[in-house]
């Protein structure tokens, strides 16, 4: 299978550059266009899997140009903006991008955002075949509040596994810890955010005891944390 198209639609060259690195890195057939109008030119002539589009263009805005997309095409967008108003981002979504993310970010957390959303895209290319005579990375059943990472169980307390619940099913996204505390420790009135920092600790050595070679929650600092498959 050829590898997955992506454009990056973003005029500072050097964080494009960064992002694009990561990208191929993973596998990606990655490109940057740094002119909208041209962008639009591009993706009518030769349509990319995935668009990531800046929101602040000086040509043509990322919101405009989502617009036009979205008249002949429905390939997958992701919004990168620095504006933090929260009415920038409904409108895009609103529009037809598939998700956002906000600078400054995390190349890596940009990554894992793609691989979601082309995971789950209509239309979109199928996650590669799985080895069924290899375990999957995680397991997670809410029936049974048990866990396995690649196939073997961890030994997790209730609150340790309602944080790796949330954060895993919202892969690449980062979630702050009061978003964590509203979703975990709901029912503790009491607790304050140093205990989602207790928790999490113990997790994550959990995990690295499993999968050394790897971090799959990672600390984003001043806001919280990620879980990067």
């Known amino acids: 299978m050829d590898p997955t198209k992506i454009l990056l639609v973003e005029d500072e060259p050097d964080l494009a550059q960064v992002l694009v690195d990561y990208l191929i890195r993973d596998g990606f057939e990655a490109s940057i266009e740094g002119n909208g109008a041209k962008a639009l030119?591009?993706?009518?002539?030769?349509?990319?899997?995935?668009?990531?589009?800046?929101?602040?263009?000086?040509?043509?805005?990322?919101?405009?140009?989502?617009?036009?997309?979205?008249?002949?095409?429905?390939?997958?967008?992701?919004?990168?903006?620095?504006?933090?108003?929260?009415?920038?981002?409904?409108?895009?979504?609103?529009?037809?991008?598939?998700?956002?993310?906000?600078?400054?970010?995390?190349?890596?957390?940009?990554?894992a955002r793609v691989k979601a959303v082309l995971r789950r895209a209509p239309g979109g290319r199928p996650a590669e075949a799985r080895d069924p005579t290899v375990p999957p990375l995680l397991e997670i059943d809410a029936s049974t509040w048990q866990v396995k990472l690649q196939g073997r169980r961890l030994d997790l307390t209730p609150k340790e596994f309602r944080l790796l619940q949330a954060l895993s099913a919202r892969p690449g996204h980062v979630l702050s810890r009061s978003q964590l505390l509203d979703q975990v420790y709901s029912d503790d009135l009491d607790v304050s955010e140093r205990a989602v920092d207790s928790h999490m600790k113990n997790l994550r050595k959990k995990l690295a005891q499993g999968l050394p070679e790897r971090e799959l929650i990672r600390s984003v600092y001043g806001v919280g944390f990620v879980f990067e498959p």
């Not at 009518?44 to 989502?66: E, F, N, Q, T, W």
């Open 41 to 111: 030119e591009r993706i009518r002539a030769s349509p990319p899997d995935l668009l990531l589009l800046d929101l602040m263009l000086p040509d043509l805005d990322g919101l405009s140009i989502l617009r036009e997309v979205r008249r002949f095409s429905s390939l997958a967008v992701i919004l990168i903006t620095a504006r933090v108003e929260e009415i920038d981002r409904l409108i895009g979504l609103e529009l037809g991008a598939d998700d956002y993310v906000c600078k400054p970010y995390s190349p890596r957390e940009v990554v």
